[in-house]
C-alpha cells in the first residue's frame, strides 16, 4: 500500500526559530494536507495543497505541494510555544478518496 | 458550524469485551470516515461511507470489527471481541466532496480505548 515518510519524527526548539519538515512518498497524490493533532485531541486541519507546485501560507504556516507530487513540505516561522504539538502530512488521490498519513513530527518549543 | 461529535472520550474495557463507538458528522457532510491511531502513529483507515453505503473496508478486521451508517447520517463502530491490540484512539471524520475527487477531511476529538 501506498507509505509515506515523514521527517523528522522530532524536533525541540527554541522559541523563535522556523522549522520546517517534509513528507516523501514512493507513490504520487493529488492533494497534500497538514494537520495538527494536541494530546487528546483529533487533529486539525492546517493547509491544504490542490495543485503541484502549489505554495499556500496560513499565517506563520507555509506548505508546497512538491512538483514531483511525491513530497511537501511544511514551514512554521518564528515559532510560539502554542506550536507544541504533532504535525502530520496526509496524502489523498482521486481514486481512494481517504487519506495517507505520515507517521507524525513531533514539536517541542522552548519558551 | 459544529464538528464532528464522537462519544464516549474515553472508554476501559477487558479482553474479550464487547464496545461501540458513535460518531455524528458535521451536518450535510455525505462520507464518513472511521481511523484507527496507534499510539506514535499516524491515523489508519478503517472504513470510509458514502452517505449509507460502505465505499472501502478493505482495511476493516470483519471477524471483529463492524460499522453502519444506516440513515446517512450518524455511525457506529463496533469492536466484538476486542484483543489487547485494539487499545487506541478511534477517529471519525467527515468531508463533503462528491465520489472521484479528493477532499478536506475534518476530525472529530476521538475516542481513547484502552483493552486491559
Known amino acids: 500500500g501506498q507509505q509515506l515518510n515523514q521527517s523528522p519524527q522530532s524536533m525541540f526548539i527554541q522559541e523563535g526559530e522556523d522549522v520546517s519538515m517534509n513528507c516523501t512518498s514512493s507513490s504520487i497524490f493529488n492533494t497534500w494536507l497538514w494537520y495538527k493533532q494536541d494530546p487528546g485531541e483529533g487533529p486539525v486541519l492546517l493547509i491544504a495543497?490542490?495543485?503541484?507546485?502549489e505554495l499556500t501560507s496560513n499565517g506563520r504556516l507555509t506548505a508546497q505541494f512538491g512538483i514531483t507530487r511525491k513530497d511537501s513540505f511544511l514551514n512554521i516561522s518564528a515559532s510560539i510555544p502554542s506550536d507544541v504539538g504533532i504535525y502530520f502530512c496526509a496524502g489523498g488521490d482521486t481514486g481512494r478518496r481517504a487519506l495517507t498519513f505520515g507517521s507524525g513530527t513531533r514539536l517541542q518549543v522552548q519558551p | 458550524e459544529a464538528g464532528v461529535a464522537q462519544s464516549p472520550r474515553y472508554k476501559i474495557i477487558e479482553k474479550r469485551q464487547s464496545v461501540a463507538f458513535w460518531c455524528n458528522p458535521i451536518s450535510g457532510h455525505a462520507t464518513l470516515y472511521w481511523y484507527q491511531q496507534i499510539l506514535g502513529q499516524g491515523p489508519k483507515l478503517l472504513i470510509q461511507f458514502q452517505n449509507n453505503g460502505v465505499v472501502d473496508d478493505s482495511q476493516l478486521p470483519k471477524d471483529r470489527f463492524s460499522a453502519e451508517r444506516l440513515k446517512g447520517v450518524d455511525s457506529t463502530l463496533k469492536i466484538q471481541p476486542a484483543k489487547l491490540e485494539d487499545s487506541a484512539v478511534y477517529l471519525c471524520?467527515?468531508?463533503?466532496?462528491?465520489?472521484?475527487?479528493?477532499?478536506?477531511?475534518?476530525f472529530g476529538p476521538g475516542t481513547r480505548l484502552t483493552v486491559l
Open positions: 471524520a467527515s468531508s463533503s466532496r462528491l465520489p472521484g475527487n479528493t477532499d478536506t477531511q475534518y
Open positions: 495543497l490542490y495543485k503541484a507546485g
